[in-house]
């Protein structure tokens, strides 16, 4: 059985810099109950590969995973950005310092589908020529070269954690 639940009413609990939060009252197969929603502007994430089958990686301290992840290239879609391909070529520069003249949408995924609005734009940028950085303030983070091969296989051995990283290598994997 399919069940839609439909919104009878919503309240904005938190509003922050990079998402709010509200709490809606839904229709339930017994009657009402309540859904906690991350409202987020969405993001983009790709998997930039050098000609010689290399990922460009970063390596980044995670606050709220209390670690250094090692995924892709990423970051958020700032408000008033309505091109998720021109926040990619920002975030990679930004992030690595390459820029690339090929794009290729992969798809989009929804990190936390049970309680988050926000979709993560995947691609694939080749063409890849290497520049300096341009690290927002409050960024810190170690770029790396590494076989996509070796990288792919680290997810398969669970040795990657960041589920962004995950979905674009799987994607990513017959397209190359």
Do not use: W
Not at 43 to 65: G, H, P, S, W
Not at 123 to 136: K, P, S
Not at 138 to 162: C, H, I, N, Q, S
Request: with cysteine.
């Amino acid at each position: 059985m399919i069940f839609e639940e439909k919104k009878i009413s919503s309240e904005r609990i938190y509003e922050g810099a990079i998402m709010n939060v509200r709490r809606d009252t839904v229709t339930a197969p017994k009657g009402t109950a309540y859904r906690e929603i991350v409202e987020h502007n969405g993001a983009v994430a790709a998997i930039a590969l050098t000609e010689d089958r290399n990922i460009i990686m970063v390596k980044q301290f995670r606050y709220a995973c209390g670690e250094a992840i090692l995924e892709i290239p990423a970051g958020k879609i700032d408000k008033g950005e309505t091109d998720p391909v021109a926040a990619m070529k920002r975030e990679l520069k930004e992030e690595t310092g390459y820029t690339a003249s090929q794009v290729l949408h992969m798809g989009d995924v929804n990190p936390s589908c049970a309680y988050s609005e926000e979709v993560i734009h995947l691609y694939l940028m080749t063409g890849l020529t290497a520049g300096e950085q341009d690290l927002d303030e409050d960024e810190a983070l170690e770029v790396l070269e590494m076989p996509f091969d070796e990288v792919y296989d680290m997810a398969v051995r669970g040795e990657l954690v960041d589920s962004k990283t995950l979905a674009a290598l799987l994607m990513a994997k017959n397209r190359i």
